[in-house]
T-cell receptor, first 122, second 113 residues
Framework: AQTVTQSQPEMSVQEAETVTLSCTYD???????LFWYKQPPSRQMILVIR??????QNATENRFSVNFQKAAKSFSLKISDSQLGDTAMYFC???????????????????FGKGTLLTVNP | KAGVTQTPRYLIKTRGQQVTLSCSPI?????VSWYQQTPGQGLQFLFE???????NKGNFPGRFSGRQFSNSRSEMNVSTLELGDSALYLC????????????FGNGTRLTVT
């Protein structure tokens, strides 16, 4: 079974600074997907960024980027120029490769870490 | 395009009762998944439906069940509620294509007293 570990229960950063959230995972799969989701107080889980394991290039989305180290099974999230609106719980998540939509089963489920509460201070 | 809609937002039940939660996916999405979120266990996968068929199930007792209708709307049912079932229940939908992520709703906060 896959496990996802986020070792930092809480972190804080000053507005406009950079912060890195850590995530490690354990799997025997060679191909898989990794995600960072953000959950603000509104409770809605919002996709921040995703990475496909077969892609060596680290994903970036505006101020968000990842450092994907496949051999080390590490997937950290870097937030640059932190904004007050970035305050939220951040969850790292793992997903095995998708099977075909018409196959008998489905791998379409996420395994989440416990989350890191990020507070951006003014 | 409307997002994933979950109803109700809040629910209070007593032990032994049963409850039904509803989820309307994004238009065109055929896969609906359910997750339970608690402070102790975090986010745990309950089940996933695609074209009215349950295709994957997490490690939850049989008291937790679900179904999906032909319009892709899904319901989740918990029978004989226990105090430990108090949680935020999140629904997520997806187009189920190669590059399609999960889109989550705002969740239903269930409190069992």
């Amino acid at each position: 079974a896959q496990t996802v570990t986020q070792s930092q229960p809480e972190m804080s950063v000053q507005e406009a600074e950079t912060v890195t959230l850590s995530c490690t995972y354990d799997t025997s799969e060679n191909n898989y997907y990794l995600f960072w989701y953000k959950q603000p107080p509104s409770r809605q889980m919002i996709l921040v960024i995703r990475q496909e394991a077969y892609k060596q290039q680290n994903a970036t989305e505006n101020r968000f980027s990842v450092n994907f180290q496949k051999a080390a099974k590490s997937f950290s999230l870097k937030i640059s120029d932190s904004q007050l609106g970035d305050t939220a719980m951040y969850f790292c998540a793992f997903m095995k490769p998708l099977r075909g939509a018409n196959s008998g089963g489905s791998n379409y489920k996420l395994t989440f870490g416990k989350g890191t509460l990020l507070t951006v201070n003014p | 395009k409307a997002g994933v809609t979950q109803t109700p937002r809040y629910l209070i039940k007593t032990r032994g009762q049963q409850v039904t939660l509803s989820c309307s996916p994004i238009s065109g999405h055929r896969s609906v998944s359910w997750y339970q979120q608690t402070p102790g266990q975090g986010l745990q996968f309950l089940f996933e439906y695609f074209s009215e068929t349950q295709r994957n199930k997490g490690n939850f007792p049989g008291r937790f069940s679900g179904r999906q209708f032909s319009n892709s709307r899904s319901e989740m049912n918990v029978s004989t509620l226990e105090l430990g079932d108090s949680a935020l229940y999140l629904c997520a939908s997806s187009f189920m294509s190669y590059n399609s992520p999960l889109h989550f709703g705002n969740g239903t906060r269930l409190t069992v007293t």
